[in-house]
C-alpha cells in the first residue's frame, strides 16, 4: 500500500472517529430514550452498535436491557462475547436470580445451538447453574440437546463416576469434588 493510499484510509478513519465521536455524545445526551433506541437496535442489523454502546450504561439500565441480553446469549452472532461480557458484568446475585427467568422460555422452544450457548454462558457465570442446565438437557428427546448436555457435564464432571462435579478454577458456587485426583 503506497503512503498516500495509507494517510487517505487514516484520514477517512479519523473523520469517521470523529463523527461516531460526536454522534455518541448526542446519543447520551439528556432526552433521548436510549433503552428504546438500543432495544429497537437489538433486533436489527445495527446490533452490533448496540452492544456496543450499552457498555457505556450504568448498571441500572443494563439491568433493564437483561431480558434482551438473555435473547442474545441464546445464539451465535459476531458480538456474543460482547453480549456475555455485559451479562457478567452485573452483579452475579441478581444475574443468578433472574437469569432462569428469561433463558428458560427460550429452552422450551430451543434448539441445540441455544442449549450449547446457556450452558457456555452458565460455565462462566456458575457452576451449579450450569450443571442443573446440563442434567436438564440429557433428558430432553432430541439427539442433539441430549449430546449438548452429555458434553457439558463431563466438562463439570471429568471423572468417571463422581458424584459431584470437581471445582473449576475461577468458577464460583461450585462445590469441591469428593474424589481425590491422585
Known sequence: MSVQ????????L??????FSS??????????????????????????IAI??????G???IKELFEELVY????????????????????????????????????DAGDYDEYRRFLELYMELDQDLAFKLATRAT??????IKEA??????????EVGSATPIRIIGAPNMPLSDSNPA
Open 5 to 12: 493510499s495509507v494517510t487517505t484510509v487514516w484520514e477517512r
Open 52 to 57: 456496543y454502546m450499552t457498555q457505556f450504561l
Open 72 to 107: 442474545l446469549a441464546s445464539f451465535s452472532h459476531g458480538s456474543i462475547q460482547a453480549v456475555r461480557r455485559l451479562i457478567l458484568s452485573l452483579p452475579r446475585d441478581w444475574v443468578l436470580a433472574n437469569i432462569e427467568k428469561f433463558a428458560d422460555p427460550i429452552l
Open 139 to 144: 433428558q430432553q428427546e432430541d439427539e442433539d
Open 59 to 61: 448498571n441500572s439500565e
Open 23 to 48: 454522534a455518541s455524545k448526542d446519543f447520551f445526551s439528556e432526552g433521548v430514550d436510549q433503552l428504546t433506541c438500543l432495544r429497537r437496535a437489538f433486533r436489527s442489523e445495527d446490533r452490533p
Open 14 to 19: 479519523a473523520e469517521s472517529y470523529w463523527a
Open 149 to 158: 448436555g452429555e458434553d457439558f457435564l463431563e466438562k463439570l464432571m471429568p
